[in-house]
């Protein structure tokens, strides 16, 4: 009872590492709460293979749910096995990530529960609360930061009265890590039928084509990004260049993602991808919150932008005040030139 | 056979391209510099009704919003598109709602339009990005659900084909009628206004948002048609404790206009000799190279 949940998506056999990085996060919550650590999983022939891919990481207790019709992923089975699993284990808190899986089935199962959701979370903190109105004080819920309004504030959520408090964070935001301590490891197999009624299979997929990521922007040690600034789908092209000279990869922020000139899985920021770089180059990015958010960590920050006053320029490193067209093949003749 | 689809959409204050204004000193959102605009996903939800529309003869294409009186604007921008009808969900008690209480809200109006064969809305509103409403509506309507539609291929035998982005790749799914589909951004844009439609509709309006005293209020008694409908909770006939702030679980604790902190930062120009300096350090450090 009152344990912490993550809901762990499948690609085939193969756990997702958002998952896995949300494990490691529910596991300090879980330690900071004094409750266990609890994993679920759902999928076809998996039971034997992703055991060592989830336990690892401090699971005290996994669920997992081997059956047919559970992989490809469709809504009503892995709904009807977590509101079924939750209605007997009462957990307080539920984690999962917030990729389409987690986006389609996250909602279904709080609507269900009539418990609070909040999306794409970039931090999960547990503290105090005071409910003004009802003059309630709460010793340790769950605070759900996220950027809200387009990226222009910053909210923390909270769920005073209902359970689980469930949150969804996207790739990249938490860092995976084995768990140090120690963990029950315990794995049952709950018998699917008894969660899953044969109704719910009512949705086939009948075509699927999943491709491996084109890029590696999530690890990449130096990332090149370009914002509205770049001006044209011709001027990212001066970005790749870059990108290429310095074994990068290129990201955007959603303006210029939202202008067409690249794609979006290049987006990086809270509702794109999350980076960690050692180099982090902002080609005429304004810096909007919701973008800052997924690249605060970067090592070293250079901001290339015509405007001296651009938010993200507080907190570069370096700020070259120009235009892209202008500095980026600079840098990539200067690089070239000193790099041997 | 004739479809009866439901278009969920949103007005909503156009967070994409804010400026400096954006925010006031006190840290509140200034929105009177943020224009209201019609969530764009919804209009991509909007094409695909209107497609569906024209494939299947007979059907109707109705767009239920919730706001505001001056949330009326969503349903004459999908009339002046080709939509046949529209809901107003207007209430004081609607106000304050997370999107349990929205999709609550939402999946009430729906029971009351009845005999829905699909709904259709945006995967996600641009000013709360949590694609939640979708699969709540659906899921206390006791309905299938496919999120993330990039098109819906097909209807036949009360079943929908729909092709729908997954990460990494693209899925085709079959799910039978009635269904709650969300559709993306990259799905086809959706088509501009019927100069015809336009100004057929162009004094269409909800009785909330007119003053009484308009030139033209005789002809709302000569075209009914000028008369959006316009619901109240009492008349979706919904539980005032499961709508608004009182149907939210989730409570906002604190809202902060986030300073970073500001690093020191070294300013160059774009000369030839400030880049050339700042590589060469970079690669003297092996930050680079």
């Given amino acids: ?340 | 056979m004739s479809l009866n689809i439901v278009v969920l959409a949103k007005q909503v204050p156009d967070t994409r391209n804010v400026g400096k204004d954006a925010m006031k000193e006190d840290g509140t959102i200034n929105r009177a510099a943020l224009p209201a605009i019609f969530n764009p996903e919804d209009l991509n939800a909007l094409e695909q009704a209107l497609r569906l529309k024209e494939q299947h003869p007979g059907s109707t294409v109705g767009i239920l919003t919730m706001g505001p009186p001056r949330a009326g604007e969503i349903i004459r921008q999908g009339l002046y598109r080709g939509a046949d009808t529209g809901w107003l969900l207007t209430d004081r008690l609607f106000a304050g709602a997370d999107t349990l209480a929205t999709s609550y809200a939402l999946a009430m109006a729906i029971k009351k339009i009845g005999h829905v064969d699909i709904v259709i809305g945006g995967r996600q509103a641009i000013d709360g990005d949590t694609a939640q409403v979708g699969p709540q509506v659906a899921q206390k309507l006791g309905l299938n659900q496919v999120t993330y539609a990039e098109e819906i291929l097909k209807i036949e035998n009360g079943r929908a084909t729909i092709r729908r982005h997954i990460d990494g790749g693209v899925e085709t799914v079959e799910a039978p009628l009635p269904v709650v589909v969300t559709v993306n951004g990259s799905a086809a844009p959706c088509r501009p206004c019927n100069a015809k439609l336009v100004m057929q509709y162009k004094r269409a309006t909800c009785p909330m948002e007119r003053t009484g005293d308009e030139p033209w209020s005789a002809l709302y008694d000569q075209r009914p048609y000028l008369t959006l409908n316009q619901w109240s909770v009492a008349d979706v006939e919904a539980d005032p404790e499961q709508c608004g702030l009182s149907g939210s679980p989730t409570k906002v604790k604190s809202i902060q206009n986030i300073v970073f902190q500001a690093k020191e930062s070294r300013t160059l120009t774009g000369s030839d000799a400030d880049i050339e300096e700042l590589v060469t350090e970079l690669l003297n450090e092996k930050i680079i190279g």
């Fill in chain 1, 1 to 340: 009872m009152n344990n912490v949940f993550v809901y762990c998506e499948t690609e085939n056999r193969t756990v997702a590492e958002v998952s896995q990085e949300l494990l490691t996060k529910g596991r300090k919550l879980a330690d900071e709460l004094g409750v266990e650590l609890h994993a679920v999983v759902a999928g076809t022939d998996i039971r034997n293979h992703v055991e060592d891919q989830i336990l690892p990481y401090g699971v005290d207790k996994l669920f997992v749910f081997d059956g047919p019709g559970l992989f490809p992923y469709t809504s009503a089975p892995h709904t009807d096995i977590l509101v079924t699993l939750f209605r007997e284990e009462q957990p307080q808190i539920c984690l999962m990530g917030a990729t389409v899986i987690g986006r389609d089935l996250g909602p279904r199962v709080s609507s269900s529960l009539t418990s609070g959701l909040t999306a794409d979370c970039t931090q999960l903190e547990i503290g105090p609360y005071d409910d003004s109105k009802t003059g309630q004080h709460y010793d340790q819920l769950l605070y759900q930061i996220r950027p809200a309004f387009g990226g222009n504030i910053v909210a923390t959520i909270v769920n005073p009265d209902h359970r689980p408090q469930m949150a969804t964070v996207r790739s990249g935001v938490m860092q995976k890590a084995i768990y140090e301590g120690s963990a029950r490891h315990e794995t049952v197999y709950p018998d699917v039928t008894k969660y899953v009624s044969d109704e719910a299979y009512v949705v086939k997929v009948l075509d699927r084509h999943v491709e491996a990521a084109k890029h590696n922007l999530k690890g990449a040690s130096i990332v090149v990004a370009g914002g509205y600034g770049v001006g044209s789908k011709e001027g990212f092209d001066m970005l790749f260049q870059l990108a290429r000279e310095l074994h990068g990869e290129v990201g955007a922020s959603r303006a210029a993602v939202d202008a067409g000139w690249v794609d979006n899985d290049r987006q990086v920021g809270q509702t794109g991808v999350t980076v960690h770089p050692k180099v982090y180059i902002a080609c005429g990015i304004s810096g909007q919150i919701q973008h800052i958010a997924g690249m605060q960590d970067a090592g070293i920050i250079i901001s290339i932008n015509t405007d001296p006053d651009a938010p993200i320029n507080r907190i570069a490193d370096y700020v070259i005040t120009g235009s892209v067209e202008e500095v980026v093949p600079k840098l990539i003749k200067y690089y070239k030139q000193n790099s041997k």
